[in-house]
């Protein structure tokens, strides 16, 4: 069984001013597809943080951790940047995937610059924030995800 966790990347959940639908779903499809998931975070959209936090994460060894939100077009919106800084290698057919696939949905998911890539034996995968687009685009790359961390951790070559 594979542990994961999911970050929600938000101002305004991290301040309380609402609630964090996002985290809760993606967790909860995490749960459903024997994901041992740990325990979800709301952090603001600061770049040293998410840095910090997806680092700390890596390095206890968590197999796949999710980000939600912070992928857009907004000023704030800083979570693939922060990505990049943490990974060692991108996996871009991921990203490229959930983009695909939200573009048969709605013309707006060519705007999603979320990322994924590996630190160690991790990945990273970021999602847009909203739940409806969240649990889409992971459900699109779930299927799959199970063989790559099998990959990544030498279960299988």
């Given at each position: 069984?594979?542990?994961?966790t999911v970050i929600t990347v938000s101002d305004r959940a991290a301040q309380g001013i609402y609630e964090d639908k996002s985290g809760p779903a993606v967790a909860k499809l995490l749960t459903e597809q024997g994901y041992q998931v740990l325990d979800p975070m709301i952090?603001?959209?600061e770049k040293n943080k998410i840095k910090s936090i997806l680092t700390d994460l890596c390095e206890?060894?968590?197999?796949?951790?999710?980000?939600?939100?912070?992928t857009g077009f907004a000023p704030r919106d800083i979570t693939p940047e922060a990505?990049?800084?943490?990974?060692?290698r991108?996996?871009?057919g991921i990203a490229e995937y959930m983009r695909q696939k939200s573009m048969e949905i709605t013309p707006r998911g060519m705007l999603s610059r979320g990322i994924?890539?590996?630190?160690?034996?991790?990945?990273i995968i970021n999602l847009p924030g909203s739940p409806k687009?969240?649990?889409e685009n992971l459900g699109f790359v779930l299927p799959s995800l199970a063989h790559g961390l099998d990959m990544l951790n030498g279960i299988k070559e």
């Amino acid at each position: 069984m594979y542990t994961a966790t999911v970050i929600t990347v938000s101002d305004r959940a991290a301040q309380g001013i609402y609630e964090d639908k996002s985290g809760p779903a993606v967790a909860k499809l995490l749960t459903e597809q024997g994901y041992q998931v740990l325990d979800p975070m709301i952090i603001p959209d600061e770049k040293n943080k998410i840095k910090s936090i997806l680092t700390d994460l890596c390095e206890k060894g968590v197999h796949l951790i999710i980000t939600t939100g912070g992928t857009g077009f907004a000023p704030r919106d800083i979570t693939p940047e922060a990505t990049k800084e943490v990974i060692e290698r991108e996996a871009p057919g991921i990203a490229e995937y959930m983009r695909q696939k939200s573009m048969e949905i709605t013309p707006r998911g060519m705007l999603s610059r979320g990322i994924a890539g590996i630190r160690g034996r991790s990945l990273i995968i970021n999602l847009p924030g909203s739940p409806k687009g969240a649990t889409e685009n992971l459900g699109f790359v779930l299927p799959s995800l199970a063989h790559g961390l099998d990959m990544l951790n030498g279960i299988k070559e």
